[in-house]
C-alpha cells in the first residue's frame, strides 16, 4: 500500500491545527497533529489531538461527501426553492461583475455588503482586498462577539494584543474566563494540565460546571451576565488588601488612582449580592490570583456574547495589569506581527478604501469602539511601538451586521441592495435570524460561496462551490501573533470547486481592479507573502516544515513604552474619554434579568445561555456521520433538579422560549448548573430534512439565535457587540 503524508493547516474550526494529511493509495484516510511549539511532551499525547477530535477523524468522509457543493448554480426557482441551474464559473462571473457594477452605479459601492467570516481557511485577506479597492465600507462580519472586541480594547488599554492561550513553566496560576479549553482547544488542555501537575493553580469563572471547572483550586459560578461586577470585586480586594504590583502601576499605569476610586464600588458583599458568587470566595480567588506570580487570564466566548462586554473585557486586561502580569514571562504576553513576511495587513489594503466611504459605515458613528475612527486612533498608536502595518480585517472595520440586513430591509441608513455571504451561515448565527431572513428575501442580489448547501446559501440567486482546506494552501498568523504555519493543497480542487481567492480575483479582473491581482492562483500569492523570508510556499512546508515561530521576547515595553497616547497602559482611557464614554468599567445590570425586568422575569423565570458541542464547530459538521453519530441531537443542560420540578427527564425535548420565540432542545441532566440557568447547543440546523421552505434544512426548529433579540437594549452601546448570552426564557416540556 502506497502511503504519503502532506502537510496541510486543518480548517475545520478554529484552532487552525497543523496536520499531516495521511494519503493512502491516493485517497485521504486520515490526519494527524504537528506541534507548533518546543515543548517536550510524548507524541502520543499531542496525537491524541487530532486522534481524538472528531471533525478530524471525519476528514476522508469530507472530501467527497456526498452533499458538497461541487459546481456553480444559479437559482432557478424562487429564493428558498432549492431550484437550480448548474451554470459555468464564466458565466457566473460575467454575471455577477455585471450586476456588482449596476448596483455600485446607482446607488454607491456601500450598497454591496459582504458577509464573510474566514471560516474554512478562505485567505479572508484577499475578500477585504477585493473589498477596499470596490469602495465598499459595508462589511458585515462577526468579530463583535469572538474576540474583535477583546482585540479593540487591547488596543486602546494596552497598545497591543494580549494573548491569552500561551501559558508556559513559569505560570503559577492560570484564570479562565468564560473559557472551556477541555473542549474547544485540546492542545492549550493539555498544556494545562502539564501545568497543574507541576502544581499551577487554576481558577475557573464559569456559570457551567466545565471539565475545567472540576479541574479548578477555586471555581467561581457567577450569574450569566454579571462577569464585569465579579472582576470588579477581585479587583476591590487586591486594591484594598495591597496585593497589586506597586512598582510597575507607578511607573506604567495611567489612572490607577481613578480605577482604585470606581473599584470601591463593588465590595465583595455587594458584589455577591449581583453575581451569586460567595464574598469569601471572592475574595479567595483574588488573593490566589494575585499572590501567584506569574499568573496569566485566558477568557473565551463565554465572556464576548454576554451583555454590558466593554467592562468585562476591560477587567480582563485590568486584572493583569495591576498585578505586574503584562508581557511577563509567564504572564500575559503581548504578541505582535511576524517581522519576515508580508503581513495580511499589506494584502487587505484599508487605505484604499477612503476615509468619506469608511465614515459613511454602519454603525460607525453610534459605536465609536467599533469604528474606522477607532481603528486610525489605535493605529497610529501601534506604529510607534510596531514597525509593522496593522491589520483591520477581521476585527474592526466591519457594520453592525443585524443593522445591515435591516438595511435591505427599509433602505436605511442607506440601500443595500446585494450581499456576498463566504465562509458563513448568518441564519443560523445572528441573532433575530427572521429579520436576517427578511433581509436576504428583500435584497436584490445575493451570492453564496460554500462547502455546503447551507440555510443561507438557500436563499442565494448564485451558489458556488469552495475548495475545503484539504484543497487549497492557507498561511496562518503572523498579523495578531508572531507565529505563521502554512500548509499546501493536499490534492487538487475535485469538481469544480474553487479557493475564494479565486472569486475575489476574478471579480477585480472584471471590475477594473487587474494591477492589484499580479498572483494567478492562490499559491503565487502565497509565495509573495512568504518571498521576504526567503521561500516559496512549497519550500517553507518542505524545509522549515510550514512554520516560522521568530522569538518576540518579554517586557518589551521597557523599550518602546506602550502603544497608547500615554505610553502606558491606561487604566483610564484616555481614547475613550475624548469619545465622549465613561474611561472606566462599571457595572450595568443585563438588559433582561430577575433585577432589570420583574415583570417580564415572571413568565420567564430562567437564564439562557450556551456552549460548545466539543464535536460541532458553529453551525458546521451536521452532514459528517462521524460526528454527527456523536451529537445527533441539539442539547440543553438543565440541572435535574430544575428538571424534575417542570415534569422533565433527561432525554425529554423541551422547548426553550423567549418573548422572541422558541426552539427545541434535547434535555440532557447536567448537575454543574445553577436550576436557575439552562445552557442549549447553538447554531443547529437539520441537513436531513427538506431544503426548500418552510424548513430551510430545520433552520428554524432548534436555533437558539432565532429567538435572541438585537435590538437597542441587547447592543452594547459603545461597541456594539450583540447579546446572545444571558437573556430570560421558560423551559417545559415538548408534549408533542
Ligand atoms: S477540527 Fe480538530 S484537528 Fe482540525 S483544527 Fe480543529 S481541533 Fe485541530
Redesign the pocket.
Known sequence: MDKEMRRAI????????V?NVIIEDDKITG?E?VHRGSEKRSARKWTS??GS?P??RGVAEYIDHPQRLNYPMKRAGERGDNKWQRVTWEEALDDIASRLARIRDQYGAEAVAFNCIGENGCSDEYRARFQNIFGSPTYAGQAQICYGVAAALSFVHVGGAVHFHFPNRLTRCIMLLGRNPASS??YEWLQILDLLEQGTKLIVVDPRGTEAAMRADIWLQPRPGTDAALLLGMANVIISEDLYDKAFVDKWCYGFDKLAERVKEYPPEKVAEITWVPAEKIREAARLYATSKPATVAHGMGLEMVPNVTSVLQMRYFLPTITGNIDAPGGDWILGPNPNIILQAQIEVHDMLSREQKAKMIGEKEFKLWSWDLFHRVEENFKKVEKRPLAAWWWIGGAYTPDVYRAMITGKPYPVKALITEGANPLLTLPNARMVYEGMKKVDFHVAMDIFMTPSCLMADYVLPAASYLEKPLIYGGDFFHIVSAGEAVISPMYERKPEYYLWRELGLRLGQEKYWPWKTLEDACDYRLAPLGFTLKSFVEERGGIDAPHVGYLKYEKTGFGTPTGKVELYSTIMEDLGYDPLPKYVEPPQSFVSSTELAKDFPMIVISHRNRNL?QSQGRQIGTVRRKSPAPIAQLNPQKAAEIGVEDGDWVWVETPLGKARFKCQYFSGIDPRVVSTEFAWWFPEKPAEEPSLHGAWESNINAILNEGPDFRDSMTGAWVLRAVQCRVYKDEG
Open positions: 486543518c480548517g475545520m474550526c478554529t484552532n487552525k491545527c496536520v490526519q497533529y489531538i487530532v477530535c471533525r478530524a482547544t485540546r464547530y
